[in-house]
């Protein structure tokens, strides 16, 4: 199993960040590379605990579909989605919110499996941990910024 690890410091209060990082819109302009969007189960708004979400984006020149969870959420401090259907073997992101001052700290801990067995190791460690690394970067970059700038 590969995990990522990220923190990011934003100048906003926990529960703007929190509510910016369950935003489905704001996640569908975060991925506008992969055309990401969000094709059944919760498709707008904030999703929220026990809620589905279904999206459709092209990664590694292919289409494919992601069914995730929301299976726990104390708000503001954290939630934690998990894939129901996809092309992962597993995957899990738990996304961490901690008020420091003035500041939001965002922690998200993403770990994932590729199937193939050791084909699949491979490609996660040659590969694919860092697509997915610069993947949450990208959403973690418009979360910051939407929240100090406090526009959507």
């Not at 990220?6 to 975060?30: E, G, P």
């Not at 954290?78 to 700290?105: C, P, W, Y």
């Not at 801990?109 to 990208?138: C, H, T, W």
Request: aromatic share 8%; proline share 1%.
């Amino acid at each position: 199993m590969a995990t990522i690890h990220l923190k990011t410091i934003i100048k906003a209060d926990i529960q703007v960040v929190f509510d910016l990082a369950r935003d489905i819109d704001l996640h569908q302009k975060s991925t506008s590379k992969t055309n990401e969007k969000a094709i059944a189960g919760r498709t707008s708004g904030l999703i929220e605990a026990g809620e589905t979400v279904t999206w459709k984006a092209k990664h590694l020149g292919v289409y494919q579909t992601l069914t995730t969870k929301i299976i726990s959420m104390q708000k503001p401090h954290r939630f934690t989605d998990v894939m129901l259907e996809g092309a992962f073997k597993s995957m899990r992101h738990q996304h961490i919110f901690k008020q420091e001052g003035k500041n939001t700290i965002m922690t998200d801990v993403f770990d994932f499996q590729s199937p193939f067995g050791i084909i699949g190791k491979i490609f996660n460690a040659v590969f694919l941990k860092n697509y997915m690394k610069r993947f949450l970067l990208e959403r973690n970059k418009l979360i910051k910024t939407t929240a100090e700038n406090n526009k959507k």
